[in-house]
């Protein structure tokens, strides 16, 4: 059993799988070490994240789709880049490659994203 001592904090989680469906059906699994952050720098982290934009924004009946999923598939891999310390896939850990990964295996994403909140919050990991 580990001691617990405060003040002590890690640097990353322990290692995870991070589990989700394929697109074919099969098992998909991103095996990832997370950066650590107490609960209250988790929500420093999407304060800066999910701060107001300036850019204006349009119009109802203007909306350009691409645009609206560019932007999504974009901050999904910025907000993985700044919670992923490292991974185990064969492609190098960067934004191109987490962007990649957020536009063709979106459910990948979603899996990463709760697992890194789950771990944040609620001090659990994996799926």
Not at 5 to 33: R, T
Not at 78 to 103: K, V
Request: glycine share 8%; hydrophobic share 40%.
């Amino acid at each position: 059993m580990a001691k617990i001592k405060l003040g002590n904090k890690p640097k990353v989680f322990k290692s995870i799988n991070a589990k989700f469906v394929m697109p074919d059906g099969e098992e998909g699994i991103v095996p990832v070490v997370f950066k650590y952050r107490t609960q209250k720098e988790y929500g420093i982290y999407l304060n800066s994240l999910y701060k107001e934009s300036d850019e204006p924004k349009p119009e109802a009946d203007q909306i350009n789709f691409e645009l609206l999923f560019g932007k999504n598939v974009g901050k999904a891999a910025e907000m993985l880049i700044e919670a992923i310390d490292s991974w185990g896939l064969d492609e190098e850990l960067s934004f191109a490659t987490m962007e990649a990964l957020a536009d063709e295996l979106p459910a990948a994403i979603v899996s990463l994203h709760s697992a890194y909140r789950l771990a944040c919050v609620e001090g659990r990991l994996g799926n």
